[in-house]
């Protein structure tokens, strides 16, 4: 089983496998590695993966099924595919030309992609993400505009009704949404309402809207609110993704973007 590396079918198949034996009081590293003739490496990286997902609680030598959906911080986020993230947000900034007004949703791609549009002239930023708002706070050729609202401090993003509002009075240029989680049919998943709510406002505020997600999001799925994706929209990730994780959005007509992160095993 060692042959069936960890990202395609057959690791999606054996993490599940994993999974059902960590519910069942199974989850020791080197227990699990015997059970499913794997080496303990696989299972550690398989179990970093559930981790991810907000599946499981490692625990000393093991792991125990999670509660509950667990959400990280900005700053847990940080850490997790960090040149992925930052390969995604340097494509996604070639995109966007001077003069132009684009939206920022909050989070840590987003923030990596505020960070290289500081050398920009006449550029207008929205967002209501504060990583993009310190990236630029020093950028003078960047206008930013804060939406403002109710500050959600786990994921540093204002949400709410005044976010809402003063969103409905812009109209961009591009958007681009960070993610939690992604699905080719349902759309983007979110932790809460509120902001399943103003990305989906976000979503309609630009000429054209971008997803912008490392590839571990589109395996993801564990929050209970949905911001449909119910318009023309480029995904855009990174070189690591597997095509059995991409096809389902191209069948669908979604443009797909590549990222070259460059070493594939560079990953946490």
């Not at 390969?87 to 960070?115: K, P």
């Not at 950028?139 to 804060?146: I, K, P, S, T």
């Not at 939690?180 to 902001?195: K, M």
Request: aromatic share 4%; hydrophobic share 40%; proline share 3%.
């Amino acid at each position: 089983m060692e042959r069936a590396r960890g990202s395609g079918r057959a690791g999606r198949e054996r993490r599940e496998l994993i999974l059902a034996e960590v519910r069942a009081g199974n989850g020791h590293v080197e227990s699990l590695a015997e059970r499913l003739d794997v080496s303990v490496a696989t299972i550690r990286r398989d179990l970093r993966r559930l981790v991810e997902e907000g599946r499981i609680t490692r625990t000393y030598g093991g792991a125990v099924a999670s509660p509950r959906p667990l959400e990280f911080t900005l700053q847990e986020k940080e850490l997790s595919y960090r040149r992925q993230k930052d390969a995604i947000a340097r494509l996604a900034a070639g995109l966007v030309e001077d003069g132009e007004v684009i939206i920022l949703d909050a989070g840590t791609t987003t923030g990596r992609l505020a960070w290289y549009l500081r050398e920009r002239r006449n550029l207008t930023v929205v967002t209501n993400g504060l990583s993009a708002l310190l990236a630029l706070r020093d950028a003078d050729g960047v206008e930013v505009v804060v939406l403002g609202g109710q500050l959600r401090h786990l994921n540093q993003a204002l949400i709410g009704g005044l976010a809402e509002a003063n969103l409905r009075q812009v109209t961009a240029d591009r958007v681009f949404l960070g993610a939690d989680g992604l699905s080719p049919d349902r759309g983007l998943n979110c932790p809460t309402l509120a902001q399943a709510t103003l990305k989906g406002l976000m979503l309609h505020r630009a000429r054209q809207a971008f997803v912008i997600a490392d590839h571990s999001k589109l395996a993801s799925w564990r929050f209970p609110y949905v911001t449909p994706l119910d318009r023309p929209w480029t995904l855009i990730t990174d070189d690591q993704v597997t095509e059995d994780l991409v096809r389902p959005y191209r069948r669908g007509g979604v443009e797909v973007m590549l990222a070259e992160v460059g070493d594939r095993e560079a990953g946490r």
